[in-house]
């Protein structure tokens, strides 16, 4: 199936105002920072655009009353969930979902609560919107990362008003059982508080006995307290076509939410439109393949940091991104370190976890082969000159 779909392709993106690329310091440096993968979309995606292409005509555009059955569809079908078409909220992206859940939810001073590490935006956004952002840690439990419950509800107070939340997770790329999904929303229901749950990565869960459970999902209770952010940017590799979603079942929060809505634009990209429909309609053998070679991708990052001494990372259970402990190698700001050797990856600190980096293992093999030669040999020289200096 890779090759069927073309993952070993190496594809120059260099030179194309690629974020990713084209945003390294160096022109020879590996970009393996942003969230954003180095395959083509789904042959059915890239179909659909050229036909809409071909019709010639941008003008202002809203979801067709196909293009939400299609989203109702998906829903019934990869998360058992029946929502009535009014819950969809169409959004350009998902970082204007989390200013809206916090413009509609706190008010000025108000405290939003996530976790940490975490997607930098839920750091950021907060303090844009003029509310507290109160964080609770994720830690090691030896295996993967957990939430300390007991700790989550000591720092709420009654100035807090939402949870924003992630999962699939990150960076860390948990997927979260039942079991500990049902402890958050408890803590939120006993608390009061909405749920902004961003499950834009649940596409792309690696582990096949970790199934993704929509927080929305758990009970009616919870879903009347809850904000689900989607879109098929990440599954599909189409970020830059701006489409997502949010999935508001309460009529009366999703009203509150609207209301904040109204400097949005009142329209989607038209190709994001049409490429979010061919995606769900048509991508489902693409995705199979995509997941198998990540799998694949993510055994080579395992074995290598393996290898790499002071270095250490969890399994990722979803996502392209592996979050790297650099904290006992010595290597002084690891991301600076490694981007001397020409592998450009995400700073930790930037996901409230200094000494940490994201790698992004959403690339050919012989790129990510690559990359990780660049940083073994790198940790290698260091390790020997800290040897020497030793001596």
Known sequence: MSVKYGFDRVIDRRGTGSVKWDGCRRADTIAMWIADMDFQPPPAVRQALRRRVDEAVFGYTMPTAEL?????????????????????????????????????????????????????????????CNRRVVTVPMVSDGRRYVLDMGLLGKVITPRTRLLLWCSPHNPTGRVFSRAELAAVADVCTRHGLTICSDEIHCGLVLDEDKPHISMATLSPEVAARTITLLSPSKTYNIPGLRCSMAIIPDAGLRATFLRSARWLPESINALGYTACQAAYEHGDEWLAALREYL?????????????????????????????????????????????????????????????????????????????????AAAVDTHRAKAVARGA
């Open 295 to 375: 799998r694949g991708n993510r055994a080579m990052v395992e074995q290598a940091v393996a290898a790499m001494p002071g270095i250490s990372m969890h399994r990722s259970e979803a996502t392209y991104l592996a979050w790297l402990d650099c904290r006992a190698a010595g290597l002084g700001h690891p991301t600076r370190f490694f981007d001397e050797a020409g592998v450009s990856l995400s700073d930790g600190e930037e996901f409230g976890a200094p000494g940490f980096c994201r790698l992004n293992f959403g690339c050919p093999r012989s790129v990510l082969a690559e990359a990780l030669d660049r940083m």
């Open 68 to 128: 939400v059955e299609t989203v109702l569809a998906m829903l019934r079908r990869r998360h058992g969930w029946d929502v009535p078409a009014e819950a969809i909220v169409w959004l350009p992206d998902l970082t204007a979902g989390l200013h809206l859940a916090c413009w509609s939810t706190a008010g000025a001073g108000e405290e939003v609560l996530t976790t940490v590490p975490i997607y930098p935006p839920f750091l950021k956004i907060p303090g844009h």
